[in-house]
Every structure is written in C-alpha cells, then in structure tokens.
Nanobody, 121 residues
Framework: QVQLVESGGGLVQAGGSLRLSCAASGSTFGINGMGWYRQAPGKQRELVAV???????SYAESVKGRFTISRDNAKNTVYLQMSSLKPEDTAVYYC???????????????WGQGTQVTVSS
C-alpha cells in the first residue's frame, strides 16, 4: 500500500512564502511524475506544477515565476516552494504521484489527503 503524506500548509499573509512537502511511503518499484494540484472552494481541482522522473517541470501560468517544484528521489519526496503568495492561491493543495508497483506494471496515480493553504490579504 502506497501512501502520500503532505505537510507544510498553513496561514500566511499576501507576499509571504510557504513550502509544501509530500513523502511517498510503502512498497514501490519507482515513481514517475510527481505533482501538486489545488482546489479552491467552488472550483475544480487544477494542476499547479509537475516534475517528471527526469527532472523536467511544468507550471500553471498563474504560478510561473512564483512557485518552484522539486523532488528528492532518494526520499520519494516532492516539494513545492511557494513565494509571493496571493489571496487567490488559497486552496487545498493535493500531492499526486504516478507510482509503479513492479517492473512490469504501468504506473498508478496516488493522492495525498490535502493540505490547506490560506493567504490573507
């Protein structure tokens, strides 16, 4: 059983910074892409940033230049450094990982439980 455990959310003033972490535990053969999504009240879940196994990254236009995604493959952990936060960044942030359970299996998506980020104006 694979679990993703997030940490680092909280309340911050506009212009401030937060760092989210997500650690994958359990029996895995490997992890392909890892990413962060967010869902604000009344809105659909949206992609924030993704980092592939080779290290390439992609970001939502709304966070480019402010957020940085990174990963530590040895720790099966992905990070999201968020700077210059805005009230519109307020949402529940979810970690996602595409996990391979064996050498011959396709990857399976796993999700964290979510962590609340609130940015006050």
């Amino acid at each position: 059983q694979v679990q993703l455990v997030e940490s680092g959310g909280g309340l911050v003033q506009a212009g401030g910074s937060l760092r989210l972490s997500c650690a994958a535990s359990g029996s895995t053969f490997g992890i392909n892409g890892m990413g962060w999504y967010r869902q604000a009240p009344g809105k659909q879940r949206e992609l924030v940033a993704v980092i592939r196994s080779g290290g390439s990254t992609s970001y939502a236009e709304s966070v480019k230049g402010r957020f940085t995604i990174s990963r530590d493959n040895a720790k099966n952990t992905v990070y999201l450094q968020m700077s210059s936060l805005k009230p519109e960044d307020t949402a529940v942030y979810y970690c996602n990982a595409a996990v391979r359970l064996s050498p011959w299996s396709a990857s399976v998506d796993y999700w964290g439980q979510g962590t609340q980020v609130t940015v006050s104006s």
